[in-house]
DNA sequence: TATTGTTATACTCTATAACTATA
DNA sequence: TATAGTTATAGAGTATAACAATA
């Protein structure tokens, strides 16, 4: 394409990111399912019960944000809202066995969203451009 | 922070990705400048003259979207949009000398936002997340 | 028929402020 | 006074359809 755009880091990154973002929300769209509720559901399940503010720090989403989709999330029996008896201001979340399932078909769009969107590079090159990522990101 | 999600190398992307838009965004808007219109003024240095087609196509954005951007663009002397007289469909534009200005005010923005948003890494490590994210791009 | 620029529209993502109930 | 969850709202970014003029 030879864009000149490309040669300056940021908007090569940015580009990366929409392209990464579209890619896998549109394997998520295919699947009727949701990439923002699998990476809720994922987390609930690496890290086990945790607040809501705790998962939208995680998610890198606002609070506010979050509540609209955990409406959805818990009405569709994928997670329950529990009170914390020891701070009654917060709610206790945990992934339901039907959230589990669901989890796990979510794992396999992702992979192959992942194979998708790292079609060009090797399995070596992918591993450096995710540690570079995560190096970068000060993770 | 220790966040699981990051071991998915699509969310560290789309992660990276925001970080690095919240942050030239964030530079250009401490400058009162735009972002949007510092790429499309490079742009149109870089390669000459350009249709809006063309120059959507560079920017990945869709030519109804950069229609208002331009609007404003041309407003701001910043840039021409001549009729094209071999195809009356096209408008032909150009960076005036106010837009070469503002550009080089953009680029050491640009330099600066660049600077930050890659802190975390040495100068061959910023290299290689270039080199490695052109390559997934499929540039 | 197909394409360029344009207008209008809508949806997602993100950000913010303010309220309530608790601490 | 500070925090957790909530509600409401607004803005940026992105995507789509449809139209007029032109090829």
Not at 44 to 53: F, P
Not at 92 to 115: E, Y
Request: with cysteine; charged share 30%.
């Amino acid at each position: 394409m030879d864009n000149p755009l490309l040669g300056m880091p940021m908007f090569a990154t940015v580009r990366l990111g929409r392209i990464a973002r579209a890619t896998v929300s549109g394997a998520f769209d295919q699947e009727g399912l949701s990439w923002r509720t699998h990476f809720a559901l994922y987390c609930l399940t690496e890290l086990g019960e945790l607040s809501q503010r705790e998962l939208a720090d995680h998610l890198t989403m606002d609070r506010s944000d979050l509540v609209k989709m955990l409406d959805e999330v818990e009405t569709a029996g994928l997670v329950r809202r529990a009170p914390d008896p020891s701070d009654r201001r917060r709610r206790i979340l945990s992934i339901t066995a039907a959230g589990k399932d669901q989890l796990q078909r979510g794992k396999d769009v992702v992979d192959r969203a992942t194979d998708e969107f790292l079609a060009h590079l090797n399995g070596n090159e992918r591993e450096q451009l995710h540690q570079l990522t995560l190096r970068a990101i000060g993770a």
